[in-house]
RNA sequence: GGGCCUGUAGCUCAGUCAGGUGGAGCGACGGACUUUUAAUCCGUUGGUCGCGGGUUCGAACCCCGUCAGGCCCGCCA
């Protein structure tokens, strides 16, 4: 069984309806890593959906969470001085909107994109409203059991000025501020500077601290269910703590799932930090949704990823099309059957089958259709040849009989990403198409010299198009010794200096006819 | 020091919760097709399940230990 219909399963057994959680904070680019999240959830809301229970997604943007230090892509001299204030209150580096919004935009774009739907829950405007006003009372009027649970669980003994509650000095920060007295509502404070002040906790002059917020937002959300990081995970760490500590604001813990990390490969963990990151927008710049869902949904969350922009981008696309055939030809119709009365072949079919379903961005409900019929590859090719989209459309309309007057929309998209990983740094350089700079004779045998020979000839009067182009080539490999096979495997040896190619009628046809003559020239 | 995750075919992963003859895809190899190929179809190959013990009639799976890689144990999220 998928991992995902596992945990719907396990939820169904809890009740027929869910709110799943998920939240990241927006304090820099949010990265392909930090999409797993995201897409672990809704894989799991739409698990449920499929076996008939109410799941909703609700994201928690951690807006007031305070910026820890200036990160790399921050201007050191605009930043300094926003260290320590909640994100939402600190301008963004476009200088239009706050810090938050700026990293949310196009995290949310991305989530759109990918067919995830969810409610939004602005931490800072939640504290703001008091939505956490019940939780901080609770946490305050419970401080001393609350730190001695922490301070068990975690194994490390908290301060005795511990308070449970950051409160934001008169400048909006919370680095440094220590909790000198509190009458409820008003929580008075000192800052490393001697500064003394009071704020209001019912209007939002603070937040909880996050080992007390995470367990309160259970809480006042009601969720069930929550991914975390494997940073979390550990004994003694916050989800620890934090089973420990949601009895105390009213709830049980939800049911909880780890992931792990997605690395960039080569380089190491995902981490805004360090500046090694693809972000959710820039992957969904240059491959389909269903790509970066695949990405997801093939892996068990327990298992790293180690993501490679690059070549590993073109297999995962090449598996995703071959499963997507797989799927259309035999899979869509597979019984789910249980895991008792199945073997385990079967379920490794059904999981096959449910791997490229949640890859889908389209809901449950709606139907599958055949998919587009042209591969990864192929396009890419096109791209690469026909710099023109309307000569690409042509091309495809000869090959695989698309209609040029209203191309199918997720055509023209893909089309247009293809482009711009054609265009990015993470396109592999061996499948760009290349001309070879000479041709080696040494490393052809004597028919094949002649092979390239006669056709160097037969070329040299032909208009330059790809029908003409193909009939030269046919020509000169029915007076060959060669079979068709290796006369080919001569030419893209030869011209492009590998073993395998792109169409080679379309793709001579896009160069220079003159550039070829003087490549095969070069044999003697 | 304490803990979590991962380790299964050359590669990417299922299978571990519910112990019962080790699976898939890719790759490689072979064949078919024979005037196109980053093609398709058919077939073959492939693994002391990290290592060592234990429990069991039977262990990839449960238990103990160990090695390797990653991560955590902060008034950070």
Same mark, same amino acid.
């Given at each position: 069984? !998928?991992?995902?219909?596992?945990?719907?399963?396990?939820?169904?057994?809890?009740?027929?309806?869910?709110?799943?959680?998920?939240?990241?904070?927006?304090? +820099?680019?949010?990265?392909?890593?930090?999409?797993?999240?995201?897409?672990?959830?809704?894989?799991?809301?739409?698990?449920?959906?499929?076996?008939?229970?109410?799941?909703?997604? @609700?994201?928690?943007?951690?807006?007031?969470?305070?910026?820890?230090?200036?990160?790399?892509?921050?201007?050191?001299?605009?930043?300094?001085?926003?260290?320590?204030?909640?994100?939402?209150?600190?301008?963004?580096?476009?200088?239009?909107?706050?810090?938050?919004?700026?990293?949310?935009?196009?995290?949310?774009?991305?989530?759109?994109?990918?067919?995830?739907?969810?409610?939004?829950?602005?931490?800072?405007?939640?504290?703001?409203?008091?939505?956490?006003?019940?939780?901080?009372?609770?946490?305050?009027?419970?401080?001393?059991?609350?730190?001695?649970?922490?301070?068990?669980?975690?194994? %490390?003994?908290?301060?005795?000025?511990?308070?449970?509650?950051?409160? @934001?000095?008169?400048?909006?920060?919370?680095?440094?501020?220590?909790?000198?007295?509190?009458?409820?509502?008003?929580?008075?404070?000192?800052?490393?500077?001697?500064?003394?002040?009071?704020?209001?906790?019912?209007?939002?002059? +603070?937040?909880?601290?996050?080992?007390?917020?995470?367990?309160?937002?259970?809480?006042?959300?009601?969720?069930?269910?929550?991914?975390?990081?494997?940073?979390?995970?550990?004994?003694?760490?916050?989800?620890?703590?934090?089973? !420990?500590?949601?009895?105390?604001?009213?709830?049980?813990?939800?049911?909880?799932?780890?992931?792990?990390?997605?690395?960039?490969?080569?380089?190491?963990?995902?981490?805004?930090?360090?500046?090694?990151?693809?972000? +959710?927008?820039?992957?969904?710049?240059?491959?389909?949704?269903?790509?970066?869902?695949?990405?997801?949904?093939?892996?068990?969350?327990?298992?790293?990823?180690?993501?490679?922009?690059? #070549?590993?981008?073109?297999?995962?696309?090449?598996?995703?099309? %071959?499963?997507?055939?797989?799927?259309?030809?035999?899979?869509?119709?597979? #019984? !789910?059957?249980?895991?008792?009365?199945?073997?385990?072949?079967?379920?490794?079919?059904?999981?096959?089958?449910?791997?490229?379903?949640?890859?889908?961005?389209?809901?449950?409900?709606?139907?599958?259709?055949?998919?587009?019929?042209?591969?990864?590859?192929?396009?890419?090719?096109?791209?690469?040849?026909?710099?023109?989209?309307? &000569?690409?459309?042509?091309?495809?309309?000869?090959?695989?009989?698309?209609?040029?007057?209203?191309? &199918?929309?997720? *055509?023209?998209?893909?089309? +247009?990403?293809?482009?711009?990983?054609?265009?990015?740094?993470?396109?592999?350089?061996?499948?760009?198409?290349?001309?070879?700079?000479?041709?080696?004779?040494?490393?052809?045998?004597?028919?094949?010299?002649?092979?390239?020979?006669?056709?160097?000839?037969?070329?040299?009067?032909?208009?330059?198009?790809?029908?003409?182009?193909?009939?030269?080539?046919?020509?000169?490999?029915?007076?060959? #010794?060669?079979?068709?096979?290796?006369?080919?495997?001569?030419?893209? %040896?030869?011209?492009?200096?590998?073993? %395998?190619?792109?169409?080679?009628?379309?793709? *001579?046809?896009?160069?220079?006819?003159?550039?070829?003559?003087?490549?095969?020239?070069?044999?003697?």
């Amino acid at each position: 069984m !998928h991992w995902a219909d596992v945990i719907a399963e396990r939820l169904a057994k809890q009740g027929d309806s869910h709110v799943i959680a998920t939240g990241i904070t927006p304090s +820099g680019p949010i990265h392909v890593g930090n999409m797993r999240e995201v897409l672990t959830a809704d894989l799991i809301v739409r698990s449920c959906e499929r076996i008939g229970i109410d799941a909703e997604l @609700v994201y928690i943007a951690d807006t007031a969470d305070p910026l820890r230090k200036v990160y790399p892509f921050l201007k050191d001299d605009e930043y300094s001085q926003h260290v320590g204030k909640a994100l939402a209150t600190i301008p963004s580096p476009d200088g239009n909107g706050n810090y938050s919004n700026y990293f949310l935009t196009p995290f949310f774009e991305a989530l759109n994109d990918l067919g995830v739907e969810y409610r939004v829950v602005d931490s800072y405007q939640s504290y703001q409203e008091g939505k956490y006003t019940t939780a901080a009372k609770t946490a305050i009027d419970n401080r001393e059991k609350i730190r001695d649970i922490i301070s068990e669980i975690s194994q %490390r003994p908290l301060n005795d000025d511990w308070f449970p509650y950051n409160p @934001v000095d008169d400048e909006g920060k919370m680095h440094g501020v220590k909790v000198t007295h509190c009458e409820w509502p008003w929580i008075e404070w000192q800052t490393e500077n001697g500064h003394t002040g009071r704020t209001n906790i019912e209007k939002g002059g +603070g937040k909880l601290p996050w080992r007390l917020d995470w367990p309160a937002r259970w809480d006042w959300l009601n969720i069930s269910f929550e991914a975390y990081g494997k940073d979390h995970s550990a004994a003694g760490g916050s989800w620890d703590t934090g089973q !420990h500590l949601s009895p105390i604001f009213g709830s049980p813990p939800p049911m909880g799932m780890m992931y792990e990390w997605i690395y960039l490969k080569g380089k190491g963990a995902m981490a805004s930090s360090k500046g090694n990151t693809v972000s +959710g927008k820039e992957l969904l710049d240059i491959v389909p949704p269903e790509i970066m869902r695949f990405l997801i949904t093939r892996v068990k969350p327990s298992k790293h990823i180690d993501f490679d922009p690059g #070549e590993g981008l073109i297999s995962l696309a090449d598996e995703y099309e %071959r499963l997507e055939q797989k799927y259309h030809t035999k899979l869509s119709t597979l #019984e !789910h059957k249980s895991v008792e009365e199945s073997s385990r072949k079967e379920q490794q079919l059904i999981d096959e089958a449910r791997k490229f379903e949640l890859a889908q961005g389209i809901r449950s409900g709606t139907s599958y259709d055949g998919g587009l019929g042209i591969s990864f590859s192929h396009l890419s090719t096109l791209c690469q040849i026909k710099s023109k989209n309307a &000569d690409l459309l042509d091309s495809l309309a000869r090959t695989h009989g698309i209609d040029v007057t209203q191309p &199918d929309s997720r *055509l023209v998209d893909r089309v +247009g990403r293809m482009r711009n990983w054609l265009n990015s740094e993470w396109f592999p350089e061996n499948a760009r198409i290349k001309l070879a700079n000479s041709i080696d004779s040494r490393q052809f045998e004597e028919n094949e010299i002649d092979f390239l020979n006669t056709f160097s000839d037969n070329i040299k009067e032909i208009r330059w198009i790809e029908d003409e182009i193909l009939t030269a080539i046919r020509g000169t490999i029915s007076t060959s #010794e060669l079979a068709p096979r290796e006369a080919f495997t001569s030419l893209y %040896r030869s011209l492009l200096d590998r073993e %395998r190619g792109p169409k080679l009628g379309a793709l *001579l046809a896009e160069l220079e006819k003159q550039d070829i003559l003087d490549l095969l020239d070069g044999i003697n």
